[in-house]
């Protein structure tokens, strides 16, 4: 299959990419680079540089390449940037992302796996959070996300676009090519591993008197090698129905304590570490159900270990000097 891959040059889109042509299929990676980085972007795949909301790009590139599908990928996805603008995150996020859906529709191509987020589900009332669990998101990352979800389902319906809606919260780990590492950095197991490498004094915990086994917070984290196969997936089962799949680690999620204290097992470093207060919003454990995938799509996860999180993480840390310039958002 012929697929466009838009934001994919960046941390989780490059990925996909690399399983995508691993699973036999043509990729074109259409991208900015506002966030991602033109060296991630897989050899033998071909690369367009430009946005989504160019819809004669888009068009062209689709007609070119004979483009069966797209998996999109490119977004903005910092949750406290988008209180702070959230006129960027429904510009990006929502009106780009129709333009790009009005080029899909011109150059009639009729089937797409979007990149969403559990950040739709807000702060939920039942853990794990399942695909029919009430969608209330409590910041704009999260309301734009959703909104694109609706546009899709509209489209399906009017215009029998056939989707896919992966939800999830945490990717992390790396391949041998690809690791994570944004600017700025906001992710757990890359600060903590930073801290460990001495880019930081210490790894600050927001609160530890949370209802949890050890007080702090509990979130999902799941390989991004598992969670571009999930797209892989989802990619090849497209029917004319629209469908939607949370993705997660499974089991009960993990501590910011336990990332912590594995991380310092992998690294044999004591990384330290600086208690404050609570972050207003946290909420204690977020952790969302993969059952639907599983059963539905025969998903199987092969890293749900932290351990192999972290190790995969570090090992590309320590191949990656400089990270900074090698990796994408």
Same mark, same amino acid.
């Given at each position: ?12 889109? =490059?990925? @996909? ?16 680079? %506002? ?41 903005? %996805?910092? @949750? ?34 979007? =990149? ?19 969608? +209330? ?20 319906? +009017? ?5 896919? =809606? ?17 600017? *700025? ?17 210490? @790894? ?14 509990? #979130? ?58 609570? #972050?207003?919003?946290? *909420?204690?454990?977020?952790?969302? %159900?993969?059952? #639907?995938? /599983?059963?539905?799509?025969?998903? /199987? ?8 999180? @972290? ?6 840390? +320590? =191949?990656?000097? #400089?990270?900074? +310039?090698?990796?994408?958002?």
């Amino acid at each position: 299959m012929n697929v466009l891959v838009t934001g994919g040059a960046g941390y989780i889109g =490059s990925v @996909v990419v690399e399983e995508l042509i691993k699973a036999g299929n043509r990729v074109v990676v259409l991208d900015d680079l %506002s966030k991602g980085h033109r060296e991630m972007v897989h050899s033998d795949a071909r690369f367009v540089e430009g946005n989504i909301r160019d819809g004669d790009l888009v068009t062209s590139t689709l007609h070119e390449n004979n483009i069966a599908a797209v998996v999109h990928m490119a977004a903005s %996805s910092l @949750v406290g940037e988008s209180v702070k603008f959230p006129e960027k995150y429904f510009d990006n996020n929502v009106t780009a992302a129709k333009a790009m859906l009005d080029a899909m529709r011109a150059a009639e191509v009729k089937k797409i796996v979007f =990149s969403s987020t559990a950040a739709v589900y807000g702060e939920p009332e039942r853990q794990p959070i399942v695909e029919t669990d009430t969608l +209330q998101p409590t910041n704009p990352y999260g309301e734009s996300k959703l909104e694109f979800e609706h546009e899709l389902q509209r489209r399906n319906e +009017q215009e029998g676009l056939a989707y896919a =809606s992966l939800r999830y919260f945490n990717a992390a780990g790396a391949t041998t090519r690809c690791g994570e590492m944004h600017d *700025p950095e906001t992710h757990l197991i890359p600060l903590v591993l930073q801290a460990a490498v001495g880019r930081h004094e210490y @790894v600050e915990v927001f609160g530890d008197d949370y209802p949890t086994p050890d007080g702090t917070c509990v #979130r999902d984290y799941i390989h991004v090698t598992d969670l571009a196969r999930a797209h892989v997936l989802a990619l090849h089962d497209l029917g004319s129905a629209g469908k939607v799949y949370n993705l997660g680690c499974g089991g009960s999620g993990y501590s910011v304590r336990q990332v912590i204290d594995v991380a310092r097992k992998i690294t044999g470093i004591n990384i330290t570490e600086k208690m404050t207060k609570r #972050r207003e919003g946290d *909420p204690a454990v977020l952790i969302a %159900s993969s059952d #639907r995938i /599983k059963q539905e799509l025969g998903w /199987k996860p092969e890293f749900q270990d932290l351990s192999l999180i @972290v190790e995969s993480a570090w090992k590309w840390m +320590q =191949s990656n000097v #400089r990270g900074e +310039q090698h990796t994408a958002a």
